[in-house]
């Protein structure tokens, strides 16, 4: 094989423009900086769902001489990593291409930095709760979990898991409960861009008689005083880029990246 290796960037895909944009903003974002830094040469984008291209024709579409780095822009490991994306590798695998999977953007610490960054000026009295899609896989809700812990210890104070699907505490059941103690649920907005889940949990908030409560953006986002892509975001995944070009040189070094994230 010759040439630096190839990148799959693996999103879930959505229906709204807004999100659309800003995911391809991101993919852009991260080829230019894998570039410049002459880890990666090419850099395509695709989806597990709603969108095109799957992985399967990306795979495709990428030099079949070179190693092809698969990175899901996912926040958790569930379902589509550990069957849509495992599936396509090995189908890719069967036919002789040499393709390697990294792991899920989260949980990692500069998340919980972005996040918190995210958050409004916080009162004393707010109740702080992670807002995450949830999974019918419970090693995804458990990834989003080490994620409440990780927000908790960088803003210093409690932080509960709410999902608005799948399983795990209820979003909804725990922004009524912050209410009904009188107090502010202040929502930390743990889906990459605008979308479904995104304007589900905001229902959440501004919903009913009681509206008291804050959604905070997403980690992508448009406009306002924050970059829409933090330079955090991009870090991540240039770190499990380089994780996967070790995975044949170091593989116990690879397995323990995979375990840690």
Do not use: W
């Not at 002459?38 to 597990?48: F, K, S, T, Y």
């Not at 795990?168 to 209410?179: F, T």
């Not at 509206?211 to 991009?234: D, H």
């Not at 240039?238 to 070094?253: F, L, M, Q």
Request: hydrophobic letters at 40%.
């Amino acid at each position: 094989m010759t040439g630096l290796p190839s990148v799959g960037l693996i999103s879930h895909g959505t229906s709204s423009p807004t999100g659309q944009v800003l995911i391809e903003v991101l993919a852009a974002e991260i080829a230019t900086d894998l570039r410049i830094r002459g880890i990666a040469d090419e850099v395509m984008l695709g989806h597990v769902d709603v969108q095109k291209p799957d992985v399967d024709e990306v795979i495709a579409r990428l030099p079949a001489d070179r190693p092809v780095i698969l990175v899901p822009l996912l926040l958790s490991p569930g379902y589509h990593v550990h069957v849509d994306l495992a599936e396509a590798a090995g189908r890719a695998a069967e036919s002789g291409r040499d393709v390697r999977r990294t792991p899920t953007l989260g949980p990692d610490p500069r998340l919980a930095e972005i996040l918190a960054d995210r958050l409004p000026p916080l009162k004393g009295s707010d109740e702080i709760i992670l807002a995450a899609a949830g999974s019918s896989d419970e090693r995804a809700n458990e990834s989003c979990r080490e994620m409440g812990r990780l927000l908790a210890a960088e803003l210093e104070r409690p932080v509960e898991v709410g999902f608005l699907a799948g399983g795990g505490a209820a979003l909804k059941d725990l922004v009524a409960e912050s209410r009904s103690r009188g107090v502010r649920p202040v929502l930390a907005n743990y889906l990459l861009a605008p979308g479904f889940f995104d304007d589900l949990a905001r229902k959440h908030v501004e919903g009913g008689n009681d509206s008291t409560g804050v959604l905070a953006p997403p980690l992508l986002t448009g406009g306002g005083t924050t970059s829409a892509v933090p330079p955090k975001l991009v870090d991540i995944v240039r770190d499990r880029v380089s994780g996967g070009i070790r995975e044949r040189v170091h593989p116990h070094a690879y397995v323990a990246d995979m375990l840690k994230a």
